[in-house]
C-alpha cells in the first residue's frame, strides 16, 4: 500500500511538471488524460465508464465509425479451455484470416495472431523442422499435418510473471488480456512466451476502415496502436457473449473446439474424458489451457 | 310436472353438446398449432440427444430442382436391380465412392418412397433426418457429433448450438474431403519492412 501511495505521488509530481510543459507546447488535454490513465485493472467501475466513453469519441474521431466498447467481467463459474483436432486440420488458412479480420489485426505491417505450422509425419512434433511458409495448390499435402499455434492461455503464464509493469494478466476465467494503455513496449513478454504468441505494433497499425470491427472489448480487438504487443484472447469480446471464436466458426473442416472447462457436459470436457489429448512444450510447465487431440 | 323433467333434460343434453364441441373445439385449436411449429421447422429438425438439448439442424443441401424426387420419379416404373445408371443421375454414378462395391442407391434411398430414405431395417426416414442414416455405419462418429465434437461447430458454446446435417459438409455419395485451396502464407520476416 504504502509502496503504491509513493508510487502515485510520484507520478503525481512527474505530471505536474509534465502538465506544465503540455501547457507550454500546446498539447491537448485528451493527450494528457491518456498520460495519466491507470492500470485498467486497479480503475474502478466509474473511471472504466469514463475512459470507455472517451475511447469512442477518439475512435469516431480518428476511424469515423461508432464502436461498441465493453469491458465485460468474466462470466462467474467459467474456465476456458480449447482444442484442436491434429487428425482433421488440413492447413487451409482460413482461420488466420477470420482472426486478423474478427481482431482488428495489422495488415501491414503484417500481424497474425495464429500461426499454422507444416511438420513432416515422419518427425512427429517437431518445431525445429516445421514451416509456417508451405504454399502449395491444395492442402493437406501428403505426408505432412498441420498444427495452427495461437496463445495457449497457459495456467501458469511466464508471459504475466515478467511483465515489469503488470500491464498483462491473467483474467478469473483464464484469459491472459493485456491493458494496451499500460504496455510500455519493452517486449519481455515476448522473450518470455514459449510458443511464440506474442505480437509486437513495430509500426502504427494499419486496418482499412471498412473492414474494421466495431464490436470490441477493451481488454480484447479494440483498434492498438504503435509499440504495444498483442495476442489471442480466445476471441474475449465474443466468448464473454456467449459465442464461440471465430477461428472455431470458421474452421471447414470443424478442427477447433471450446468450452468452458468447469462444465462436465461441455464439448472440450467430453474431449479430455474421452479423446487422446496432447499440450505443447509440456516440460515447461506452462500448462496450456489449449489443448491438441486426435478426433479420428 | 313432466314437463319440466324433459325440459331439464333437454338442457342437460345441451350443456353437454356445447361442452362436447367445446372440448373438440380446443383440440381442433391444439392441432393446429401442432400444424403451425411444422411448418415453421421446416429448415430446422429438432434432435434430443442424452442430454434432452434440442439443436437445430441446418436444412439438407439439395441441388438445384432436385427435390422432390416424385416430380420425375412417379412417371417411371421402379426399377430394383442394381445396375450403373447411365441415363439420368450418370453424374452421381460418375463420381459414386462411398463404398460403391458393396452398395448402389437403394440402400439408402428408397424404391417406393422416392421422397424418403431408408434404413437398412426397412425403416422410412425424412432427408432432415438424414444423420441417422449416416449413423447406422460411423457410429463413433455420430455419436461425436451428437455431443458437438465431430464437425463444424457454430452457436453458442453455453447456449444453443447450431448442427449441420453430415451431407452439409461430406457429400453422400463422394464422402471423403477434398483438397482445399490454402490462404496466403505470412510474410516472411526478413521481408518486413
Ligand atoms: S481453418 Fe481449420 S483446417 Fe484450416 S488451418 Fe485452421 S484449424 Fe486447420
Ligand atoms: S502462450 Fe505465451 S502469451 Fe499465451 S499465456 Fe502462454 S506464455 Fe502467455
Not at chain 2, 73 to 98: T, Y
Request: include cysteine.
Amino acid at each position: 500500500m504504502k509502496n503504491e501511495n509513493s508510487r502515485r505521488s510520484f507520478i503525481k509530481n512527474i505530471s505536474l511538471a509534465t502538465f506544465s510543459a503540455l501547457a507550454l507546447s500546446g498539447c491537448n488535454t485528451k493527450a494528457f488524460d491518456d498520460f495519466l490513465q491507470q492500470n485498467f485493472k486497479t480503475l474502478s467501475k466509474k473511471e472504466k465508464d469514463i475512459i470507455i466513453k472517451n475511447l469512442g469519441i477518439k475512435y469516431k474521431e480518428k476511424y469515423g465509425k461508432e464502436f461498441h466498447i465493453s469491458d465485460k467481467p468474466a462470466i462467474d463459474g467459467t474456465l476456458f479451455g480449447y482444442a484442436l483436432d491434429l487428425s482433421r486440420c488440413v492447413g487451409c488458412r482460413r482461420c488466420v484470416y477470420a482472426c486478423v479480420k474478427e481482431n482488428n489485426q495489422s495488415r501491414e505491417p503484417q500481424i497474425h495472431w495464429i500461426e499454422v505450422l507444416q511438420m513432416e509425419k515422419e518427425r512427429g512434433i517437431d518445431f525445429a523442422h516445421s514451416t509456417a511458409q508451405y504454399n502449395p495448390e491444395k492442402v493437406p499435402e501428403k505426408g505432412y499435418f498441420y498444427v495452427p499455434v495461437q496463445c495457449q492461455q497457459c495456467k501458469n503464464p511466464p508471459c504475466v510473471k515478467v511483465c515489469p509493469v503488470k500491464a498483462t494478466w491473467q483474467e478469473p476465467d483464464g484469459i491472459t488480456v493485456i491493458d494496451y494503455n499500460w504496455c510500455i513496449g519493452c517486449r519481455y513478454c515476448m522473450a518470455a512466451c514459449p510458443y511464440g504468441a506474442r505480437h509486437f505494433n513495430w509500426g502504427e497499425p494499419d486496418v482499412p476502415v471498412e473492414e474494421l470491427n466495431t464490436e470490441v472489448h477493451y481488454l480484447g480487438n479494440r483498434p492498438r496502436m504503435k509499440g504495444v504487443v498483442e495476442k489471442c484472447t480466445f476471441c474475449i469480446q465474443r466468448t464473454r457473449e456467449g459465442k464461440y471464436p471465430a477461428c472455431v466458426e470458421i474452421c471447414p473442416v470443424g478442427a477447433r473446439k471450446f468450452g468452458n472447462l468447469l462444465d462436465p457436459d461441455s464439448e472440450i470436457r467430453y474431449i479430455l474424458e474421452n479423446k487422446r489429448v496432447l499440450i505443447l512444450k509440456q516440460e515447461l510447465n506452462t500448462q496450456p489451457k489449449f489443448y491438441y487431440f486426435f478426433g479420428i | 310436472m313432466k314437463d319440466n323433467f324433459y325440459e331439464n333434460i333437454k338442457v342437460s343434453v345441451i350443456l353437454t353438446s356445447l361442452y362436447l364441441v367445446l372440448l373438440s373445439g380446443c383440440k381442433n385449436k391444439e392441432s393446429d398449432t401442432i400444424e403451425l411449429n411444422k411448418v415453421n421447422t421446416e429448415n430446422e429438425v429438432s434432435i434430443g440427444t442424452a442430454q434432452t438439448n434440442d439443436y437445430a439442424v441446418e436444412a439438407p443441401p439439395f441441388s438445384d430442382g432436385i427435390f422432390p424426387c416424385t416430380d420425375c420419379h412417379k412417371n417411371l416404373i421402379p426399377n430394383p436391380v442394381r445396375r450403373v445408371l447411365v441415363d439420368w443421375h450418370d453424374d452421381i454414378s460418375a463420381m459414386f465412392n462411398h463404398d460403391s462395391e458393396n452398395r448402389w442407391c437403394l440402400d439408402c434411398h428408397d424404391l417406393k418412397n422416392r421422397d424418403s430414405l431408408r434404413l437398412a431395417s426397412g425403416k422410412l426416414l425424412d432427408f432432415k433426418e438424414s444423420y441417422k442414416l449416416c449413423g447406422q455405419c460411423h457410429g463413433e462418429k455420430y455419436r461425436d457429433w451428437k455431443v458437438g465434437v465431430h464437425g463444424q461447430r457454430t452457436g453458442e458454446w453455453n447456449g444453443k448450438k447450431e448442427y449441420l446435417l453430415c451431407v452439409n459438409c461430406h457429400n453422400p455419395h463422394s464422402p471423403k474431403f477434398r483438397e482445399l485451396t490454402p490462404e496466403a502464407p505470412p510474410i516472411m520476416q526478413e521481408d518486413i519492412k
